[in-house]
């Protein structure tokens, strides 16, 4: 009995010995599940803290919502887009912050937002397609602030699951695109103001890539040269000049420059039209360089000078004719500057007083007179130069003249004046009266400003409110209206017109043109500059409009053609000028052509010869 008991001790000390093995294996399995348990919690922990701190501190808004689609968690950047709160936003409906109906909204962009039907049957379907796909990117919508202004916003929305892919809500992570749209408006406004002035400044403008390959022109391009737009796109700007040595050699000389200088101006050539027939153009080019200063294009301002050339011509034939007519004059005709010297002398003064121009250029004019009047002669000099030029300049005053010879002859003279850069010149008009027929009508002296009356000048460019308050004006057009741009900025294009009453209708009949057309080219008008002297201007308008059609303005470009008029004024004068004194003049006067035969001859000589 004591054998069997000792065996069952045995037997049992051996089922607790394994059982506390198992219990303690038992133990350190449960105390690793509990540290893997507190482990993960920690973790898990730490991710929720992260998440929550990458929710917080995003700049872009942030919203959680529930299966029903009410908000459940929202971050700062949410409430600041929304100006709310967030005891205000918990809790609510997200189609509570969207406008739901269609019709004009305040938005934060600063301009009216059209929500249309259109707009609202798209959202429903992005929708639509949130719920079949669980996801939705880059879907720009609107949400309604606090102050009931819409702010457009660019939304990425996404479903969330548990572990039972059962849907327990959703994430949206938003942001405000009211920067975005305001540059994307101010970009299609900007592109809308550069294509008005492209469209409607007087001058012609190419541009062309880094070889002069032709991409784009204006329609003063096509009106100037006669092509279409596809008919130069892809040509060469070579193709359109002549290619004789003289314009080769020009060209090469101004392609150097260009490319030295990246810019050339007041280029003058010739280029073909369609037609055949050449047209003189002036042209001021650019290169354009892209973000790493590559050239990729260049930019050419063109000016169909045709105009000015004529004039210019008529202008030479108009001073051929008066030199012409100063030389074969009977009458003694000199040039004297402030000094009293004699600048110039023609052929009737040789024979009036026997002195080649040789001889007496350069000396003073007083040796034309005795020398017992040469003192008075003197102090009338100083008379014209001062305060009584006045009383001088155009009238006829008689004195004794004095030959080479020393012979004394009556004589009368007459004066005319015009400023140089060199000071007052005086033009006299000598006549020997001692054989008398009649007094000549004064000559007339191309006055200094006829050089540079036909030279290039820029257009200048003002824009403007719709209320015609200047809001830019370029550098040109300070230098036509004598005003500075500061000056410039703010006053009303209206207040640069005259007053009467003639103006103001002209400036209606185009102000209805241009509302009615929307674009003014090429008109005749006048404008008073700061000096409160008028300028005849020729100018091109055309409205400015945002995207939406409204006006927002208008551009104009002009150029002063005053100069042009005055000019053109001034030949008609001049030739109606040398007309009359062919028509009164009691000299005879004779016209052969190059053969020597007679083609016009004055009353004067038919009543001398008697035909």
């Given at each position: 009995?004591?054998?069997?008991?000792?065996?069952?001790?045995?037997?049992?000390?051996?089922?607790?010995?394994?059982?506390t093995v198992d219990l303690s294996t038992r133990n350190k399995q449960l105390q690793e599940e509990i540290n893997v348990r507190k482990q993960s919690n920690e973790e898990l922990s730490k991710t929720r803290d992260y998440l929550d701190k990458i929710i917080e501190s995003s700049l872009d808004p942030v919203v959680i919502v529930d299966i029903n689609g009410c908000i459940e968690r929202?971050?700062?950047?949410?409430?600041?887009?929304?100006?709310?709160?967030?005891?205000?936003?918990?809790?609510?409906?997200?189609?509570?912050?969207?406008?739901?109906?269609?019709?004009?909204?305040?938005?934060?962009?600063?301009?009216?937002?059209?929500?249309?039907?259109?707009?609202?049957?798209?959202?429903?379907?992005?929708?639509?397609?949130?719920?079949?796909?669980?996801?939705?990117?880059?879907?720009?919508?609107?949400?309604?602030?606090?102050?009931?202004?819409?702010?457009?916003?660019?939304?990425?929305?996404?479903?969330?699951f548990d572990s039972e892919e059962n849907m327990i809500g959703g994430v949206g992570i938003l942001r405000d695109i009211t920067e975005r749209r305001k540059a994307d408006e101010e970009s299609a406004e900007a592109r809308n103001f550069l294509q008005n002035i492209f469209e409607t400044t007087a001058d012609g403008i190419m541009v062309t890539d880094d070889q002069g390959c032709i991409?784009?022109?204006?329609?003063?391009?096509?009106?100037?040269?006669?092509?279409?737009?596809?008919?130069?796109?892809?040509?060469?700007?070579?193709?359109?000049?002549?290619?004789?040595?003289?314009?080769?050699?020009?060209?090469?000389?101004?392609?150097?420059?260009?490319?030295?200088?990246?810019?050339?101006?007041?280029?003058?050539?010739?280029?073909?039209?369609?037609?055949?027939?050449?047209?003189?153009?002036?042209?001021?080019?650019?290169?354009?360089?892209?973000?790493?200063?590559?050239?990729?294009?260049?930019?050419?301002?063109?000016?169909?000078?045709?105009?000015?050339?004529?004039?210019?011509?008529?202008?030479?034939?108009?001073?051929?004719?008066?030199?012409?007519?100063?030389?074969?004059?009977?009458?003694?005709?000199?040039?004297?500057?402030?000094?009293?010297?004699?600048?110039?002398?023609?052929?009737?003064?040789?024979?009036?007083?026997?002195?080649?121009?040789?001889?007496?250029?350069?000396?003073?004019?007083?040796?034309?007179?005795?020398?017992?009047?040469?003192?008075?002669?003197?102090?009338?000099?100083?008379?014209?130069?001062?305060?009584?030029?006045?009383?001088?300049?155009?009238?006829?005053?008689?004195?004794?003249?004095?030959?080479?010879?020393?012979g004394e002859f009556p004589a009368e003279i007459s004066y005319a004046s015009y400023e140089t850069k060199e000071g007052t010149v005086f033009t006299g008009f000598v006549r020997d009266i001692t054989e008398r027929q009649k007094a000549e009508q004064e000559i007339r002296e191309a006055r200094n400003f006829l050089e540079n009356i036909f030279k290039t000048v820029g257009d200048g460019?003002?824009?403007?409110?719709?209320?015609?308050?200047?809001?830019?004006?370029?550098?040109?057009?300070?230098?036509?209206?004598?005003?500075?741009?500061?000056?410039?900025?703010?006053?009303?294009?209206?207040?640069?017109?005259?007053?009467?009453?003639?103006?103001?209708?002209?400036?209606?009949?185009?102000?209805?043109?241009?509302?009615?057309?929307?674009?003014?080219?090429?008109?005749?008008?006048?404008?008073?500059?700061?000096?409160?002297?008028?300028?005849?201007?020729?100018?091109?308008?055309?409205?400015?409009?945002?995207?939406?059609?409204?006006?927002?303005?208008?551009?104009?470009?002009?150029?002063?053609?005053?100069?042009?008029?005055?000019?053109?004024?001034?030949?008609?004068?001049?030739?109606?000028?040398?007309?009359?004194?062919?028509?009164?003049?009691?000299?005879?006067?004779?016209?052969?052509?190059?053969?020597?035969?007679?083609?016009?001859?004055?009353?004067?000589?038919?009543?001398?010869?008697?035909?």
């Amino acid at each position: 009995a004591e054998e069997k008991l000792e065996k069952y001790k045995k037997q049992l000390e051996a089922l607790v010995s394994k059982r506390t093995v198992d219990l303690s294996t038992r133990n350190k399995q449960l105390q690793e599940e509990i540290n893997v348990r507190k482990q993960s919690n920690e973790e898990l922990s730490k991710t929720r803290d992260y998440l929550d701190k990458i929710i917080e501190s995003s700049l872009d808004p942030v919203v959680i919502v529930d299966i029903n689609g009410c908000i459940e968690r929202v971050n700062d950047s949410f409430l600041k887009m929304l100006d709310d709160t967030k005891e205000e936003v918990i809790g609510k409906h997200t189609t509570e912050f969207s406008p739901s109906v269609d019709g004009s909204y305040a938005s934060t962009t600063g301009r009216t937002i059209e929500i249309t039907q259109d707009f609202i049957t798209q959202s429903k379907e992005m929708l639509v397609k949130l719920f079949e796909e669980g996801k939705v990117y880059n879907w720009e919508r609107y949400f309604m602030r606090k102050d009931q202004k819409v702010v457009p916003v660019e939304s990425n929305i996404v479903f969330l699951f548990d572990s039972e892919e059962n849907m327990i809500g959703g994430v949206g992570i938003l942001r405000d695109i009211t920067e975005r749209r305001k540059a994307d408006e101010e970009s299609a406004e900007a592109r809308n103001f550069l294509q008005n002035i492209f469209e409607t400044t007087a001058d012609g403008i190419m541009v062309t890539d880094d070889q002069g390959c032709i991409v784009k022109i204006n329609r003063a391009i096509e009106h100037m040269l006669g092509y279409s737009e596809d008919e130069l796109a892809g040509k060469y700007t070579t193709e359109l000049g002549s290619h004789d040595e003289e314009h080769s050699k020009k060209r090469a000389i101004m392609l150097e420059q260009l490319f030295e200088k990246g810019y050339v101006k007041h280029w003058e050539t010739e280029w073909f039209r369609k037609d055949g027939s050449l047209c003189p153009v002036e042209i001021n080019s650019t290169f354009l360089k892209d973000s790493e200063g590559n050239l990729y294009r260049a930019v050419a301002g063109i000016r169909d000078i045709s105009d000015r050339k004529k004039a210019e011509e008529s202008l030479r034939e108009s001073e051929g004719q008066l030199r012409s007519l100063v030389q074969s004059a009977s009458d003694a005709i000199l040039t004297i500057n402030s000094c009293g010297e004699i600048k110039s002398w023609n052929s009737g003064a040789h024979v009036i007083f026997g002195y080649t121009p040789e001889e007496i250029i350069g000396k003073s004019f007083t040796c034309l007179v005795p020398e017992r009047y040469r003192e008075n002669n003197k102090n009338t000099m100083e008379g014209m130069l001062g305060a009584e030029k006045d009383s001088f300049v155009g009238k006829t005053f008689s004195f004794p003249g004095i030959r080479k010879d020393g012979g004394e002859f009556p004589a009368e003279i007459s004066y005319a004046s015009y400023e140089t850069k060199e000071g007052t010149v005086f033009t006299g008009f000598v006549r020997d009266i001692t054989e008398r027929q009649k007094a000549e009508q004064e000559i007339r002296e191309a006055r200094n400003f006829l050089e540079n009356i036909f030279k290039t000048v820029g257009d200048g460019i003002i824009v403007t409110t719709p209320d015609g308050h200047i809001t830019m004006a370029n550098e040109t057009a300070t230098l036509i209206t004598g005003y500075s741009i500061n000056e410039l900025i703010g006053k009303r294009s209206i207040e640069l017109a005259p007053q009467e009453s003639s103006h103001k209708e002209k400036g209606k009949a185009y102000q209805r043109t241009l509302l009615e057309e929307g674009v003014v080219n090429k008109v005749d008008f006048a404008w008073k500059r700061k000096d409160n002297n008028l300028i005849d201007v020729e100018m091109s308008i055309a409205l400015l409009t945002d995207t939406d059609g409204t006006i927002t303005g208008s551009v104009a470009s002009f150029r002063d053609i005053t100069e042009r008029k005055r000019a053109e004024q001034e030949i008609k004068e001049a030739k109606e000028f040398l007309e009359n004194i062919f028509r009164t003049t009691t000299d005879g006067i004779i016209v052969t052509d190059n053969e020597g035969t007679i083609t016009v001859v004055n009353e004067a000589t038919e009543k001398i010869l008697g035909y």
